[in-house]
């Protein structure tokens, strides 16, 4: 069974760090390029990163780049998302997401809930 | 950035009734390698998103046949065929054809 569990999530004041885990199971990890799409409370969906099977290829929103970093371990099969510089706006359910087949996402963890307030 | 635009924004449905959603992409959704990256979710409350349909009409496994997608370059439609209480929730398009990947606004589906 395939599954995707989210941790990391919490209380951060603005301009502090988070790094957000991903553990999945069920599936070859390294085999699948991975996403950690957000949802502001009562908004819509937005992809924020992105990373290829093999670690060697990321992507980022314009409203992430240079302050969130994806990466992974695929010898322990988990995703991360190191957030810094965290705004106001960055508050949200941070979810994580399996790339299949390409140009979408089939399999989503259940999300972590980061929240920037001071 | 795709810009993608669902309407309407609201759709109340009868049970057993058919709905139906429109989702437009701000530009051609076709990929180098011919294929369209069309996927519609289904977000029911408290829920994680859920995967109906990708590359325009290619249902997910386990999704209910009463689901159906079409479309093409820059106009895709979401048809429930007739709709069941458990379709509450909220539906969302997304291309995944050029980074980074948008969702449109989403459609809630609310029961008259």
């Known amino acids: 069974e395939v599954q995707l569990v989210e941790s990391g999530g919490g209380l951060v004041q603005p301009g502090g760090s988070l790094r957000l885990s991903c553990a999945v199971s069920?599936?070859?990890?390294?085999?699948?390029?991975m996403h950690w799409v957000r949802q502001a409370p009562g908004k819509g969906l937005e992809c924020v990163s992105a990373?290829?099977?093999?670690?060697?290829?990321?992507y980022y929103a314009d409203s992430v780049k240079g302050r969130f970093t994806i990466s992974r371990d695929n010898s322990k099969n988990t995703l991360y998302l190191q957030m810094g510089s965290l705004r106001v706006e960055d508050m949200a359910v941070y979810y994580c997401?399996?790339?299949?087949?390409?140009?979408?996402?089939?399999?989503w963890g259940q999300g972590t809930l980061v929240t920037v307030s001071s | 950035d795709v810009v993608m635009t669902q309407s309407p924004l609201s759709l109340p449905v009868t049970l057993g009734q058919p709905a139906s959603i429109s989702c437009r992409s701000s530009?051609?959704?076709?990929?180098?390698?011919?294929?369209?990256?069309l996927n519609w979710f289904q977000q029911r409350p408290g829920q994680s998103p859920r995967r109906l349909i990708y590359?325009?009409?290619n249902r997910d496994s386990g999704v209910p046949d009463r689901f159906s997608g079409s479309g093409s370059g820059t106009d895709f439609t979401l048809k429930i065929n007739r709709v069941e209480a458990e379709d509450v929730g909220v539906y969302y398009c997304?291309?995944?054809?050029?980074?980074?990947?948008?969702f449109g606004q989403g459609t809630k589906v609310e029961i008259k």
């Open positions: 590359k325009v009409s």
């Open positions: 997401a399996r790339e299949f087949p390409p140009g979408g996402c089939d399999y």
């Open positions: 069920g599936f070859t990890f390294s085999s699948y390029d």
């Open positions: 990373i290829s099977g093999d670690g060697g290829s990321t």
């Open positions: 997304m291309q995944g054809t050029l980074w980074p990947w948008t």
């Open positions: 530009q051609s959704l076709v990929y180098s390698d011919g294929n369209i990256y």
